[in-house]
C-alpha cells in the first residue's frame, strides 16, 4: 500500500516527502511551486521553504503531482471517515492543478522569426534549383509529370511574389516597413514563408467563407415556374426531368440525370448567372471577387480549365498516386468537404468527381455549383453527389433554362419564346453596362487580360487510351 505523508526531519531542516512514484510539482493551496531539489531515494526534499512556511499550512493544503499524469498525491493521510467516501476521492484525484504558460520574450520572438525567414529562404532556394532542372527537361522535348508541373508553377509563383519586396530593397529605409506590409497582405509572401498558424488561419477562413457562399446560394437560385415545352424527343427528356424534379417529386433516373447536364454547358452557365451568384462562386473557389461580370466569368473559366487539365492528369496517374496533402489539396481546389474526412473518404469523393467529368462528361461549372450547394448541409444530407446534382438543378435560375433550351440543336423555338429569351438577355447586358460603367478601370483590366494568352499547363506522359474523345482536347 502506498503510504503518502510529509514529516520533519530529525534535524527539523526541511520536509521530506515519501512517494511511491516520483513527483515532480508541488501545489500548496493551488498556487505552484516551480523549484525543489530532487530526489533522494523515495524522498522528495524541497529547501527553498522554510519549517516555518510549511508549519503555517495543513497537510490537505499540499500536493504532490506527476507532470504528464493526472494523479495527484495529497499530503493528508486518511482517515477511516475519508476511506468511505472513495468515490469523492477519485473524482478529487482527476482535477488537474493549472498551469501557467509562460509567454515567450520579445527576443525569443523576433529571434524564432529571423530564422523562419532564413529557413524560408534557403527553401525557395531550393525549389528554384529544382524548378530549374524542370524547365531545362522540358526544354530538351520532355514531358512533365502532374507533380513536377505542380512543382514548377508554385516556384514560378514564388518567385513572382518576390517582385514587391524589391521596392523595399530600393527605397532607404523601407525596409522598416516591411513587417507591417506583410501584415496587412500575407499574400505577398512566398508560400515557403508561410507558417503552419497561418495556413490553418487561411483553411479556417476559406471553409467560413464556403458556408456562408452555400447559404447564399440556396437562398438565390429558387425554383422558378416556367412553362415547359414538347417538340422533339430531346426536349421532352429534358422537359419531364424538371417536372420530376421540380413539380411531381419524383426521383430521375441517373441515365436522364446525365443527359440532362450535358446539355448545361459552362459558357451558356456562366453567362446566365447574376452577378451575385458569379462573386460568390468566386469566393468558394478563391479567386478575387472584384472586378466586372465579364472579368469572373474570365477568373472561373480559367480555373476551371486548370482543374480540367488536372482531372486528366489525375485520371491517367491515377488516385494512389497522389500523397495525403496533395489528395487535400486537390479535394479542396474542387470545393470538396476536407474536414473531419479521413483520406480514404476523400479518395472516393475524388474517384466520384472524376468519374462524372471524365467518364460521364459533366460540365465542370454544374459540379462545381453542386458543391457549392451542399457545402453547408450537413455531411448525411445527400446520400451520394448525384442526389446534391439533382438538388441543384432543380433550384437553377430560369433565364439559365430557358437559354439551355434554346441552344438545343434539335429543338424547334417559336418567335415567342425567342421574344422572352431576348429580352431576358437585354436585362443581363444591361447590368452588365451599367457595372462597366460604374468601374472603368475595371473594365480595362478585363480588356487587357483577355488579350493575354494563358500557358497551357503540362501534363503527364502516359497514354490517352481511357480518356474519352470529349475530354482530350
Not at 502506498?2 to 534535524?11: E, I, M
Not at 471553409?207 to 414538347?230: A, D, H, I, Q, Y
Not at 480559367?302 to 487539365?309: E, G, K, W
Request: proline fraction near 5%; charged fraction near 30%; charge should be positive.
Amino acid at each position: 500500500m502506498l503510504r503518502n505523508r510529509l514529516f520533519k526531519t530529525p534535524h527539523q531542516t526541511g520536509f521530506q516527502w515519501r512517494l511511491g512514484a516520483p513527483a515532480t510539482g508541488i501545489t500548496i493551496r493551488n498556487q505552484p511551486i516551480r523549484s525543489y531539489s530532487g530526489l533522494r531515494g523515495n524522498f522528495l526534499i524541497d529547501k527553498r521553504l522554510s519549517p516555518v512556511k510549511f508549519n503555517k499550512y495543513s497537510p490537505s493544503d499540499i500536493v504532490f503531482y506527476n507532470i504528464g499524469s493526472s494523479r495527484l498525491y495529497s499530503t493528508e493521510t486518511p482517515t477511516p471517515s475519508k476511506v468511505k467516501e472513495a468515490p469523492k476521492q477519485v473524482a478529487a484525484e482527476e482535477t488537474k492543478p493549472t498551469t501557467v504558460v509562460k509567454k515567450p520574450s520579445i527576443w525569443q520572438r523576433v529571434k524564432g522569426g529571423v530564422l523562419h525567414f532564413w529557413d524560408g529562404t534557403k527553401l525557395l532556394g531550393v525549389e528554384i534549383k529544382i524548378s530549374s532542372k524542370l524547365v531545362y527537361k522540358m526544354a530538351v522535348g520532355y514531358e512533365l509529370t502532374r507533380r513536377e508541373s505542380r512543382q514548377l508553377t508554385r516556384t514560378l509563383k514564388d518567385i513572382g511574389r518576390l517582385v514587391p519586396f524589391s521596392v523595399f530593397v530600393v527605397v532607404p529605409f523601407a525596409e522598416l516597413l516591411l513587417p507591417i506590409a506583410v501584415k496587412l497582405f500575407p499574400n505577398l509572401l512566398p508560400s515557403t514563408f508561410e507558417d503552419a498558424k497561418d495556413k490553418e488561419a487561411k483553411k479556417a477562413q476559406l471553409r467560413k467563407t464556403r458556408n456562408e457562399v452555400s447559404n447564399m446560394l440556396r437562398s438565390t437560385l429558387k425554383s422558378g415556374k416556367f412553362t415547359f415545352s414538347n417538340e422533339t424527343r430531346e426536349s421532352k427528356e429534358f422537359r419531364d426531368f424538371f417536372q420530376k424534379v421540380r413539380t411531381s417529386g419524383q426521383s430521375p433516373s441517373r441515365e436522364e440525370l446525365i443527359e440532362v447536364c450535358k446539355y448545361f454547358k459552362d459558357d451558356i452557365t456562366l453567362d446566365n448567372l447574376s452577378r451575385a451568384q458569379l462573386v460568390a462562386m468566386c469566393r468558394y473557389m478563391n479567386l478575387n471577387a472584384f472586378g466586372t461580370d465579364p472579368l469572373l466569368r474570365y477568373n472561373i473559366r480559367h480555373r476551371m480549365r486548370q482543374i480540367r487539365r488536372d482531372d486528366r492528369a489525375i485520371y491517367i496517374e491515377g488516385i494512389n498516386s497522389l500523397s495525403i496533402p496533395e489528395l487535400f489539396n486537390a479535394c479542396n481546389s474542387r470545393g470538396i468537404r476536407t474536414q473531419g474526412l479521413s483520406p480514404a473518404k476523400l479518395k472516393e469523393e475524388l474517384s466520384v468527381w472524376l468519374d462524372m467529368r471524365i467518364k460521364h462528361g459533366i460540365p465542370s461549372v454544374i459540379l462545381m455549383l453542386s458543391n457549392a450547394f451542399s457545402y453547408g448541409y450537413n455531411e448525411g444530407t445527400y446520400d451520394s453527389r448525384w442526389d446534391a446534382l439533382q438538388d441543384t438543378l432543380a433550384s437553377i435560375p430560369d433565364e439559365l433554362y430557358h437559354e439551355t433550351v434554346v441552344d438545343m440543336p434539335t429543338k424547334q423555338v417559336s418567335n415567342k419564346e425567342r421574344l422572352e429569351i431576348l429580352r431576358e438577355q437585354e436585362e443581363l447586358i444591361e447590368e452588365e453596362a451599367e457595372h462597366v460603367a460604374e468601374h472603368p478601370d475595371l473594365a480595362k483590366k478585363q480588356t487587357e487580360e483577355n488579350k493575354a494568352t494563358s500557358k497551357p499547363a503540362v501534363s503527364a506522359k502516359s497514354p490517352e487510351s481511357n480518356i474519352p474523345k470529349n475530354e482530350r482536347k
